[in-house]
């Protein structure tokens, strides 16, 4: 439209999407009063930057789902009465997560964590909460129920119609049916996914292994260890970062956490793994990026707390291991 030509439409896409990730990770980090620095530290993780160098729609994912869980810490947080402006605002972000990936709208169950103080009474606190919550949900169910008719077994997917047409060999996945029907079968599929891709979710979570790069330019195992040391210390309390949930929530938090992690296994058992698997093919640790918040949040306690101020230490931490990756990356090609 703008006359552009083929370079720089690819070019502006990559500055766009990286500018739209950019202010949203930002706007969540100074929204939520609570963990601030665990927020900052996924945002610098290696694979995080390789999404928000790229076109890839993950990085609307993330930063709206980091966006939609600090506006949820906050309304948990704060006392005075909840305003149509602070609703409003979870809602809306709520229903523009739900379309991109239906899972990560489960951070939306958060919203039972605000204190029915901050509403007139307790029965508009349900009532509101109760709509808050099912938003999303109906944006999902009117966007998306050809695939959950499918998912469920229902109806019959494209490739599934392929092969009945005569159109070639179509590998058959599970179907929600063959995992209730045997609920050993899902326990042990699950489970044996954690003992065969648990590493492998790791290297592809903090990035030491980026996108679909060769294998040579995988970063070795300590570079995985130290960024996720650094993860580790952005837990800790600090005197910019020092608010802790109370129990409750933070057991809410890591169940959400749970529930999501095994949803996203879910889908990509039933639509990418072969049935002949005895474990779960497809799931990527960058999934895991957009409920990140949720696990370290949850496991931050009172206990863990350093005397000094530790964001300009993880700023310049992650710097350094971030251009000793590139330029690993560039000497093997070389």
Same mark, same amino acid.
């Given at each position: 439209m703008i006359g552009l030509n083929a370079f720089w439409v690819y070019?502006?896409?990559?500055?766009?999407?990286?500018? *739209?990730?950019?202010?949203?990770?930002?706007?969540s980090v100074r929204i939520t009063p609570v963990g601030k620095k665990i927020f900052m530290a996924i945002a610098l993780l290696p694979m995080t930057l390789h999404l928000l160098?790229?076109? +890839?729609?993950?990085?609307?994912? /993330?930063?709206? !789902?980091? =966006?939609?869980t600090a506006l949820l810490l906050r309304a948990m947080r704060r006392e005075e009465k909840i305003t149509v402006k602070e609703l409003l605002c979870i809602g809306i972000v709520g229903c523009l997560l739900a379309p991109c990936k239906t899972v990560y709208s489960l951070i939306?169950? /958060?919203? #039972?964590?605000i204190p029915a103080s901050r509403f007139a009474s307790k029965g508009r606190a349900i009532a509101v909460k109760v709509v808050i919550i099912a938003l999303p949900f109906v944006v999902i169910a009117l966007l998306q129920l050809p695939g959950i008719l499918t998912m469920l077994g229902i109806t019959s997917s494209a490739?599934?119609?392929?092969?009945? +047409?005569?159109?070639?060999?179509?590998?058959?996945?599970y179907v929600l049916g063959d995992l209730i029907a045997d609920p050993g079968? #899902?326990? +042990? /599929?699950?489970?044996?996914?954690?003992?065969?891709?648990?590493?492998? *979710?790791?290297?592809t979570f903090v990035g030491s292994a980026l996108g679909w790069l060769q294998g040579?330019?995988? !970063?070795?195992? *300590?570079?995985?260890? %130290?960024?996720?040391? =650094?993860?580790?210390?952005?837990?800790?309390?600090?005197?910019?970062?020092?608010?802790?949930?109370?129990?409750?929530?933070?057991?809410?938090?890591?169940?959400?956490?749970?529930? !999501?992690?095994?949803?996203? %296994?879910?889908?990509?058992c039933l639509d990418h793994t072969p049935n002949t698997y005895d474990y779960i093919e497809g799931v990527q640790g960058r999934y895991f990026l957009q409920i990140a918040p949720l696990l370290l949040i949850a496991l931050r306690g009172s206990a863990f707390c350093v005397s000094r101020r530790m964001t300009?230490?993880?700023?310049? +931490?992650?710097? !350094?291991?971030?251009?000793? *990756?590139?330029?690993?990356?560039?000497?093997?090609?070389?």
């Open positions: 070019t502006l896409g990559m500055v766009f999407n990286l500018f *739209y990730g950019a202010v949203l990770i930002i706007l160098g790229s076109h +890839s729609y993950d990085v609307g994912t /993330l930063g709206l !789902a980091f =966006l939609l939306i169950f /958060l919203a #039972a964590l490739a599934q119609a392929a092969e009945a +047409s005569g159109g070639g060999d179509v590998v058959q996945t079968l #899902a326990v +042990s /599929l699950f489970i044996n996914t954690f003992f065969v891709k648990g590493w492998e *979710y790791l290297l040579n330019l995988i !970063a070795p195992e *300590y570079f995985t260890l %130290m960024l996720l040391c =650094l993860l580790g210390l952005s837990i800790a309390r600090s005197p910019e970062d020092k608010g802790v949930l109370p129990p409750k929530a933070r057991v809410l938090l890591f169940v959400v956490f749970a529930i !999501a992690m095994l949803a996203i %296994m879910l889908a990509l300009f230490t993880l700023i310049i +931490s992650f710097i !350094a291991l971030n251009a000793t *990756y590139i330029g690993f990356i560039f000497t093997r090609l070389l």
